[in-house]
């Protein structure tokens, strides 16, 4: 399988519980896709920094007031650069129970049954030392 979004690791998994030998390729550490490292999740947790951020800078109408409500941008992406390791790395889990063969690399097809797989990540860094 070519891609481990969901809707690559969804098909990679059914695969394997179905009891085939399965590849999956994608460019990332793990699977996952646009929806959890970049997609759904991150753009949730930014709304809900966002909604919690609006709320405690209205909070002072409610009575409540904090000491200081400075920007903490930096480690808010930390935290959800954070949650998206973990989020893919359970899916990464997923995988390996399943023994499905991981390969993090850029797929290309040579032909109609030959595929390329260019390594990316560490996997690159590994090979080039
Ligand atoms: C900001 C944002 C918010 C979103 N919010 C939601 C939401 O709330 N709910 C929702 O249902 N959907 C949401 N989506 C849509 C959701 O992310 C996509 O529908 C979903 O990721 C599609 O899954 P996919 O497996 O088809 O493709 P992708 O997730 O795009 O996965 C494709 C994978 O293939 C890999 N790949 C591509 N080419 C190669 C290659 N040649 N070799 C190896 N790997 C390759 C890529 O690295 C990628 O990991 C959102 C999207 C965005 C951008």
């Known amino acids: 399988v070519i891609g481990g979004g969901p809707g690559g690791y969804a098909a990679a998994f059914f695969a394997a519980d179905m009891g085939l030998n399965v ?4 460019m990332e ?5 646009v929806c959890l490292f970049r997609g759904c999740i991150p753009s949730k947790a930014l709304l809900h920094v966002a909604k919690v951020a609006s709320e405690a800078k209205h909070a002072t109408n409610w009575g409540l007031t904090y000491a200081s409500r400075r920007s903490t941008s930096t480690s808010s992406a930390r935290s959800r650069t954070a949650w998206c390791r973990k989020l893919t790395g359970g899916v990464g889990q997923l995988a390996k129970q399943r023994k499905i063969n991981y390969i993090q690399g850029k797929a ?11 390594p990316v990540g560490k996997t690159a860094a590994r090979r080039s030392r």
Do not use: H, R
């Not at 590849?23 to 994608?26: G, N, P």
């Not at 290309?108 to 260019?118: A, H, P, Q, R």
């Open 23 to 26: 590849t999956l390729v994608d």
């Open 29 to 33: 550490a793990n699977p996952g896709g």
């Open 108 to 118: 290309t097809f040579v032909d109609t049954k030959t595929l390329s797989i260019e």
